[in-house]
């Protein structure tokens, strides 16, 4: 039982008229990072034994959804959260005592992707792009994780939760040999409420356990705690968890005028007394505004939600073109002390826009027409797996705005937090996708929180409830059966939605059953591909908002101009998949009530190879491959999406087998007209269609290829040209940047390419580069593109493919220079330094 404070009520009337007369402290709340430090063992516990087996189908989670055999991507039923026997659970096995002897464990920071280290295997899981975990692999499935830290005494009487943004997957959690509870999904963010189990002023002992013997998805999932972990401590009477929603409105949607602020926020006391407080929301950015100060009573051990409302009349729109934000300061005193006692405090970024659906018109954003140009996008990138640094998302993000994207789809799951703050600094709408549709407590559970998390995200423009779910859709045999579910479970889904989020509409993605079912109930209609169906079904429901969820799948392999089933490519042409991007933009792009759309997919990803197999291990579908180069048809995209001058040629232009033989030459541009030349000579002139490219044949002879762009005016606007190289020379190394923050999480992305004598990059080189890292940093990944490439990601040592290949480093919280040195046979090599600069760091425990 926790102490209770009493004092006089007549304090309060003092408390609100003089407390504030100038901006008060900020230090009660604090939120630290638990990345550093942790110790890591691969293979369960020799006497686990069977401590921590769990049913395969938990009776909370059997609905009719379950019992009718729903076609999901989770093991039916496999959805409970706190295992009933959390507690004593795992109390005798050795990982998980506190004077356990982990000094032989590995050393390592999160975040952590135990998988992408594993060797390839024929054997292992094609959808998981043949990583050796999973069925068949079970020394490879399950890890621990232990870290020891402090805590000051002066934290007790505090609550303590420790945040997972995310593990993959079915966790269970050990503090001081008392087990927190179990959660199974790998990509919800959980927390647990560690206070009566924490020893103040000492010792803790933090055990995790991670088995990832089951998947989730049909691509790459990873497996560890490849997301942060957080340890943050309040007051008994605090703001809770996720406890303050705020929206913009103005009055019929149109932004103009003062903007009315609607602040939700939920107070919790931990205390056994009621407790009266004040609540004091402070100024927005540089925009002064009058403090807002509410007096209200929680009761005892319970948490309350109070709604208020604020005018602001000089403000900036948010949009991914001017993506601006604002903080809202929220302060919590106590108003039971004569001189007040303060409790928490809590900064909230929001944006300030309108957003809405029209059924004719399609998306508007601040009261007019935007078109979404999105991709969807898995988790992992080359070296790294899941375990994405907050800088790499950063990065990734950069470049599909490079692209000309304005919007993702976090497909097909609740993003990492970090990825919408990216999105909301650098401007990308999202739309913001759950794992797994179904009414079980469990499941509405995860919407719940996935939506109080991520709700004051600007970026976030609508709700994905899930996607191509079969079953729901009709594609069963009972069918009218499944549509009756599949309404039940939209209504239940979509309701809480709209309770907790009243300024966001929801969409399914679907690829069947459009007009049943789901599209009866669902506010926004979602179409995966079949774009021939969507004229249909607006005319059968014109008051039916409609969004491309999923539009183009193309599979292509960056540099590769020929099928190639036994090494695993596919031609850069465009011609294998379901459609490329001439085959949707142009009907999106000129039907606007379809709201645009999202290509499959921004980047490649590991697993899903297809059309082939083994040896291929990781998708083909990206505009870009898995280090974020570029593939040809990046420049349709950009030379659509995007205001610039654009003009690309190809293929590249070294075919010595061919002297003679026919290429067809591929032109992408936004120009009017385009010429090309092959060594000087004219091979003619072509009009650009809208939304479309130009098409040479041409009989190949080395040397150069180029192409010159003209406006409708005939003036000359862009050049470009593709020359026959020569052979490979030296190497060149490109980093992001020059200068990083020694902070232990920051990172520098190093391109590398092999060129040849006079600086031009080898479209066919395939040299084996070897890396030596030296000064205060360390290479956390290495990659290529290559979607067959059975090179390990942690590693010294990568082959380019097709001339390119990639280092990703990371600092250390020591500054210096740190300095990467590129080297291989018969080939110049490249250094090139990266100043780490002192910075001051995030507030982290030790």
């Known amino acids: 039982m926790r102490r209770t404070l009493f004092f006089p009520v007549i304090a309060i009337l003092f408390f609100a008229t003089n407390l504030f007369a100038t901006e008060p402290q900020t230090s009660p709340r604090e939120k630290l990072l638990m990345d550093f430090g942790w110790k890591f063992h691969l293979g369960d516990a020799p006497d686990a034994g069977t401590n921590f087996d769990y049913p395969e189908v938990s009776d909370l989670a059997k609905t009719k959804l379950n019992e009718i055999g729903k076609e999901g991507n989770l093991v039916t039923g496999d959805a409970t959260h706190i295992d009933p026997t959390a507690g004593d659970l795992g109390s005798g096995v050795s990982f998980v005592q506190s004077n356990f002897d982990d000094s032989k464990w590995w050393k390592l920071n999160l975040p952590d992707d135990w998988a992408v280290g594993l060797p390839f295997d024929e054997k292992a899981d094609v959808k998981h792009g043949f990583k050796a975990i999973g069925p068949g692999f079970p020394q490879n499935s399950i890890g621990w994780y232990r870290k020891e830290f402090d805590l000051p005494a002066g934290d007790k009487g505090k609550i303590l939760w420790l945040d997972f943004d995310g593990v993959y997957r079915n966790s269970l959690v050990w503090l001081n040999g008392h087990c927190l509870g179990r959660h199974l999904s790998g990509y919800s963010s959980f927390r647990y409420d560690i206070s009566q189990f924490a020893n103040y002023g000492g010792k803790n002992v933090l055990v995790v356990r991670v088995d990832a013997s089951r998947f989730e998805g049909w691509f790459y999932e990873g497996a560890g705690i490849y997301r942060h972990v957080w340890l943050e401590k309040t007051s008994p009477i605090a703001i809770a968890p996720d406890g303050i929603f705020v929206w913009s409105e103005f009055s019929n949607n149109i932004p103009s005028g003062p903007a009315k602020l609607h602040i939700q926020t939920r107070l919790r006391n931990d205390l056994t007394n009621p407790e009266n407080v004040v609540v004091l929301y402070s100024q927005f950015s540089s925009d002064s505004i009058n403090p807002l100060r509410v007096s209200v009573t929680i009761p005892p051990q319970s948490e309350i939600e109070i709604t208020n409302t604020m005018s602001i009349s000089n403000y900036e729109l948010w949009s991914p073109e001017s993506p601006k934000l604002y903080k809202l300061k929220t302060w919590l005193w106590s108003s039971n002390v004569i001189v007040g006692s303060f409790l928490n405090y809590n900064e909230t970024e929001f944006g300030i826009r309108t957003i809405a659906f029209d059924a004719n018109k399609g998306f508007l954003l601040n009261g007019k027409l935007y078109e979404i140009k999105g991709t969807c996008n898995h988790q992992d990138h080359a070296g790294v797996g899941s375990a994405i640094p907050d800088a790499l998302q950063y990065w990734r993000v950069a470049k599909l705005k490079e692209l000309g994207c304005n919007a993702i789809r976090t497909s097909h799951n ?83 939605a709209h309770q907790l989020d009243p300024t966001r509409l929801c969409t399914v993605a679907m690829n069947g059953g459009w007009g049943n079912g789901i599209s009866t109930v669902i506010d926004v209609q979602g179409f995966n591909y079949h774009t021939g169906n969507i004229d249909d079904f607006h005319k059968k429901f014109p008051t039916q908002p409609t969004i491309g969820t999923e539009v183009a799948s193309s599979r292509v392999t960056r540099g590769i101009y020929a099928d190639d089933k036994t090494n695993g490519y596919v031609a850069a042409y465009s011609t294998n998949g379901i459609a490329p991007p001439w085959g949707w933009w142009p009907y999106y792009a000129t039907h606007p009530f379809t709201s645009g759309g999202f290509v499959w997919t921004g980047f490649d990803y590991r697993g899903e190879p297809t059309p082939y197999k ?79 490219f130009v098409q040479w044949d041409v009989n190949y002879e080395p040397g150069v290829l180029s192409a010159k762009g003209f406006d409708e005016n005939g003036k000359l606007i862009s050049e470009t040209k593709m020359e026959t190289t020569g052979a490979p020379a030296e190497i060149q190394l490109s980093p992001d940047k020059i200068t990083a923050k020694a902070d232990g999480e920051d990172v520098c992305i190093v391109n590398v390419s092999v060129v040849d004598a006079k600086g031009r990059v080898v479209p066919v080189a395939d040299n084996l580069i070897h890396f030596e890292l030296s000064g205060p940093g360390k290479i956390i990944g290495v990659g290529n593109g290559d979607p067959s490439s059975h090179e390990m990601d942690k590693a010294n040592d990568r082959k380019v493919f097709c001339g390119y290949a990639q280092v990703i480093m990371q600092t250390t919280k020591d500054s210096g220079t740190i300095k990467l040195t590129a080297t291989s046979d018969k080939l110049k090599k490249a250094t090139v330094k990266i100043s780490s600069q002192k910075t001051t760091p995030r507030l982290f425990v030790p």
Not at 622 to 632: I, L, N, R, T
Not at 660 to 687: A, W
Request: charged share 25%; hydrophobic share 35%; glycine share 6%.
């Open 414 to 496: 609740e993003p990492t937090p970090e990825l919408l703050d990216a999105c909301d600094r650098l401007g990308l709408l999202v739309m913001d996708e759950n794992r797994r549709m179904d009414t079980n407590a469990w499941e509405l559970n995860e919407l719940k929180n996935q939506i109080l998390r991520d709700r004051n995200h600007p970026s976030v423009f609508i709700w994905s409830l899930g996607n191509e779910e079969n079953y729901l859709q009709g594609g069963k045999t009972n069918a009218d059966e499944a549509h009756e579910v599949a309404i039940e479970t939209v209504n239940a889904m979509q309701g809480l």
């Open 614 to 692: 083994w040896p291929c291990i990781n998708s083909h579908f990206g505009v870009m491959d898995m280090c974020g180069f570029p593939k040809d048809i990046y420049y349709y995209y950009q030379a659509w999406w995007t205001d610039k001058p654009v003009l690309h040629i190809m293929p590249h232009w070294n075919w010595p087998d061919r002297i003679g033989k026919n290429i067809p030459v591929r032109v992408f541009s936004n120009c009017k007209e385009i010429e090309l030349f092959l060594n000087g000579k004219s091979l003619g002139k072509k009009e650009m269609p809208e939304n479309e």
